[in-house]
């Protein structure tokens, strides 16, 4: 008996096992516990579907698996979303491998112009929201028949957009296909740059033909980044919720998240939560491939070597007309947009692209009064467009604190103790998060924080759920990086301390985190940038009292605002910007370095 | 079977900073060749340069009497039809195919039929010992499996001439003792040309049949390993070769009849030039000693042990005549105590005399200790 008390006083005298102890409590209760409570709640009656189920609140009922499943409304509310989320996923990884792996191609290969001018700017669209492109497609390509006035195209040659081109199933695909390129430039691309040129070297000697090498040298090296790119793009474009919001909802054209948004905020939330169970499980039918992908036996850690001369593919006559092309799309992608933003927001009438009808008063005119032109202030002289920035700051600000700490620790203790149970355990554990699509999370932190019942508050409306969510969310970003930073720095340099006698928390504040400096700050950078451009993680869970600004433009784009939306997308592009310019400069951590995670 | 001729060779890279300048030298047909030299000299420059793989600034390079390249006639025949096989320092590897399929693919290139295609293979995994290995991976393999792998890829379609960047050095130490014998015997086994880019001396004399030693860009002796070992060309060559090196001691010339008195400030001797050579009355020089010709003995000079360091068959000294330190080395297993005094003097014809100005070797001579 002694002999276990005193095992069980050493196991607690080590800081870092005190801590995954924490972790394993803490994540239980909210990571581990809503899984439970939403498979509950898509067995009971939610109070606002009193009206179609004719039961008391709380009590058990089969009525939103038979409907979703069984009843004749499966094919609009479960089938057609489910095929478009996946149909359109899966193109969308058509078009950002074939953008960016050209772009990679191109660039770390090829002659083209421009290089480092042109791979600045390709970043771009990751860096932005992810409704950026689908807000600019709309403000270019919209037509009256739909929104009721035409888009800058219009105005520019006369035509008349048509509808599928403008809105639905299409623009989707290619605007999530350019959003997430990046992604596959910069993981295509990172193997090609690193790829050691002997491995081609080796073949031009064995006298392989130059297409014959391309086929089977070049592609089956980068395969694995291309693989890695379809998991990404593929989940990270199922997760997605601003997008066929702004493009598919104008024609009535539902994907999984969009579908689970209007059952939540419906009058069946019951489907919502079902929905989410459904997404849940395909995210992780998708990370299971993907490990079974990289488990493979082909290993291609040997691949990199020191590649001093990667042989230049000269493009000759085409290098000139390629350049300008490709200088064309990386335009589209990343200034025109910003450019959209700005001209929208500043037309007095919508539509009509006059010199005339400039106007600055969405930015700082009064309100007009209800039934005009103008029925609120413009957004600089907007109480609530203030209020809203300072929610998103705060908020971004909390969450980042809570995961890059969090995520220092977890890493902390994760290393300390690697190759046990407990570690892997709350390794796992932080991990999970990263599972669930942003949209399905918060419908489940919805089913459990909006009623008090037992130990869990009602935080429904409040602060906190946003902070606690983003928190959660976020974590599995900053515990990863937390992770990899303790695996580099060995224990010796800890245990120099203990031989020493220093104290832990001198250990760290004194040792630890002076040397990992760096990556403690990119812990906190990434989390910040996330949650001050998130909008599917939050928009379940704001009410109007606790409006963020991406909320808020949701919001004005919903009442057809269209002015507004422009100006407030501009503003949070500016202070996204801004915050990853000004961190990139102070700690030389950047965003696009944290891709992948 | 090719001779291969560099001609004026020349490499410039960006502005200024001459990787090659202006190299000639012949690789015989069947010769073992290494190129050698510390890092950044250019040797593996020169080697990617024989093989088509890096373009000269200047210069031609023949392979027999085919010009494969040239600047001024515009000559630049590309690596797959210069019939040659490269292994590369990191194997190269394609690590999405199997040993089988790393080894099929340049024949198929070229060809082969299928059942010649397999019987090749089979027989070059047999030479190298990789049967078993022919349906993994390259990263289910140990290094100096992959390296076998490598070897057989390169040797699978018989080239003529094997270039080799520095292919042991990724090895550990008994694995490179192994694999350079079966180098060795490769190579009388093909008969082909093979020139091999190393850093390591103990390589470069251990394998090849002629040895160039380079320096930043430039050939300081190019001739049979145990020449240049025994007969360095300036201070360089004779300070790269050899572990323990050379000792080397400064002293004051004064020539007396075909004699030269050399005074080194603690010592002076009598060098008596192997063959007659003509230098000026007085003069400043280096005397190069290599340590197994420091004999330590019952007489002689006078030195103090500073190290002893025995390996069992022979034992490493360090030996201090005042501030002039001597490494030399004692046959047989037997230790010396730190601190003690022991006799050293000098025997045989093999010490080396350089101009201490030009640092070029003037001769090859006799030591005989006179104070």
Redesign the interface.
């Known amino acids: 008996m002694k002999k276990r008390w005193n095992r069980i006083k050493t196991f607690f005298s080590k800081p870092y096992n005190v801590l995954l102890v924490l972790f394993i409590v803490v994540l239980g209760f909210l990571v581990v516990l809503p899984l439970f409570s939403i498979v509950r709640d898509t067995f009971i009656v939610h109070s606002s579907e009193k009206s179609r189920i004719h039961q008391a609140v709380g009590t058990f009922t089969t009525y939103h698996w038979n409907r979703l499943f069984l009843s004749e409304f499966r094919k609009s509310l479960l089938i057609d979303p489910l095929r478009n989320s996946l149909l359109t996923s899966a193109w969308a990884c058509v078009v950002s491998i074939f953008v960016g792996g050209s772009f990679a191609w191109l660039v770390s290969r090829s002659d083209m112009r421009w290089k480092k001018f042109l791979t600045k700017l390709f970043i771009f669209p990751y860096i932005m929201p992810s409704w950026t492109l689908a807000l600019a497609w709309k403000n270019f390509f919209k037509n009256v028949e739909i929104t009721g006035s035409n888009g800058i195209f219009h105005s520019l040659t006369g035509l008349t957009v048509p509808t599928w081109f403008a809105y639905g199933e299409f623009p989707i695909i290619v605007v999530t296909g350019l959003h997430y390129a990046p992604f596959a430039y910069i993981l295509i691309g990172g193997i090609l740059h690193n790829m050691?040129a002997?491995?081609e070297?080796?073949?031009?000697?064995?006298?392989?033909?130059r297409l014959?090498m391309f086929w089977?040298?070049t592609i089956?090296?980068v395969?694995p980044a291309v693989l890695s790119t379809i998991i990404l793009v593929f989940s990270g474009a199922m997760a997605s919720f601003a997008t066929p919001q702004f493009l598919g909802l104008p024609v009535r054209y539902y994907v999984l998240t969009t579908e689970l948004y209007a059952s939540i905020n419906g009058t069946n939330p019951g489907v919502g939560y079902i929905l989410a169970m459904i997404m849940i499980v395909i995210s992780v039918i998708i990370m299971f491939v993907n490990q079974r992908l990289i488990g493979s036996?082909?290993?291609?850690?040997?691949?990199t070597?020191k590649s001093a001369?990667i042989s230049i593919f000269h493009l000759g006559i085409w290098r000139t007309p390629i350049s300008i092309l490709v200088f064309f799309v990386v335009m589209c992608m990343s200034v025109i947009p910003l450019v959209t933003f700005a001209l929208e927001s500043l037309l007095a009438y919508t539509g009509v692209y006059d010199f005339n009808n400039l106007t600055l008063s969405f930015w700082i005119g009064r309100a007009q009064g209800h039934d005009t032109w103008q029925s609120e202030p413009g957004i600089l002289r907007n109480r609530e467009v203030y209020r809203t920035l300072w929610n998103s700051l705060k908020l971004s600000f909390v969450c980042s604190l809570g995961a890059g700490t969090l995520g220092f620790l977890a890493g902390y203790s994760i290393v300390r103790r690697r190759g046990s149970f407990i570690s892997r355990l709350v390794e796992d554990l932080t991990f999970i998060p990263y599972l669930i699509p942003s949209m399905a999370l918060s419908a489940i932190y919805l089913s459990m924080f909006s009623s008090k019942h037992g130990i869990i508050p009602s935080l429904y409306g409040s602060f906190a759920i946003l902070a606690l969510i983003g928190t959660v969310k976020y974590l599995p970003m900053a515990s990863r990086s937390g992770v990899n930073s303790m695996l580099q720095l060995s224990p010796e340099i800890e245990e120099a301390g203990i031989v020493m006698g220093v104290p832990w928390v001198k250990r760290m504040t004194r040792i630890i985190i002076p040397i990992e400096k760096t990556t403690i700050v990119s812990g906190y950078l990434l989390p910040f940038i996330s949650a001050m451009r998130e909008l599917s993680l939050f928009v379940i869970l704001v009410t109007a009292n606790n409006r963020i600004l991406t909320t808020l433009l949701l919001f004005y784009d919903e009442k057809g605002y269209t002015q507004f939306s422009n100006a407030v997308n501009l503003l949070i592009i500016i202070v996204v910007l801004l915050i990853n310019f000004t961190v990139e400069k102070l700690t030389g951590a950047s965003i696009e370095k944290g891709v992948g995670g | 079977m090719p001779t291969i001729k560099l001609v004026n060779v020349t490499k410039q890279f960006g502005k200024g900073s001459l990787a090659v300048d202006k190299l000639n030298m012949e690789i015989k047909n069947g010769e073992f060749v290494s190129l050698l030299g510390p890092s950044g000299c250019g040797k593996t420059t020169t080697l990617r340069m024989i093989a088509g793989l890096e373009t000269p600034t200047e210069g031609e390079i023949y392979f027999d009497d085919v010009c494969v390249f040239s600047d001024e006639k515009g000559i630049n025949l590309s690596p797959d039809k210069r019939n040659i096989g490269f292994l590369f320092q990191n194997y190269a590897l394609w690590p999405h195919m199997t040993v089988r399929k790393n080894i099929s693919f340049g024949l198929e290139n070229m060809k082969w039929p299928k059942d010649q295609i397999e019987a090749r293979v089979d027989e070059i995994c047999k030479t190298m010992r990789i049967e078993e290995y022919k349906d993994r991976y390259p990263a289910e393999l140990s290094g100096g499996q992959q390296q076998r792998v490598a070897i057989a890829r390169t040797l699978a379609p018989n080239p003529k001439v094997l270039l080799m960047d520095e292919p042991l050095s990724n090895l550990d130490a008994k694995l490179r003792n192994d694999m350079r014998a079966e180098l060795k015997r490769l190579h009388l086994n093909t008969g082909s040309t093979f020139v091999y880019v190393t850093h390591d001396q103990s390589e470069a004399m251990t394998l090849s049949t002629k040895v160039a030693l380079i320096k930043l860009g430039i050939l300081q002796q190019y001739c049979p390993p145990l020449q240049l070992y025994g007969e360095p060309n300036n201070i360089f060559c004779a300070d790269f070769m050899g572990n323990p090196s050379m000792n080397f001691v400064e002293c004051h010339g004064k020539k007396e009849g075909d004699k030269i008195i050399l005074n080194t400030k603690r010592f002076i001797c009598e060098f008596t030039p192997n063959e007659p050579i003509d230098v000026p009355e007085e003069n400043e020089y280096v005397l190069g000693i290599r340590p197994e010709f420091v004999n330590v003995s019952n007489d002689g000079l006078t030195a103090t042990v500073i190290s002893s360091l025995p390996s069992g068959m022979e034992t490493t000294l360090s030996v201090a005549i005042d501030d002039i330190v001597l490494s030399a080395v004692a046959f047989g297993s037997i230790d010396f105590a730190m601190d003690s005094e022991v006799k050293i003097n000098f025997s045989g014809n093999r010490y080396v005399l350089f101009d201490k100005a030009s640092t070029n070797k003037l001769t090859l001579g006799s030591l005989k200790v006179i104070q």
């Open positions: 050691d002997n491995l070297e080796a073949a031009v000697i064995l006298k392989t033909k014959r089977r040298i089956p090296i395969m036996r082909k290993s291609y850690a040997t691949v070597g001369n």
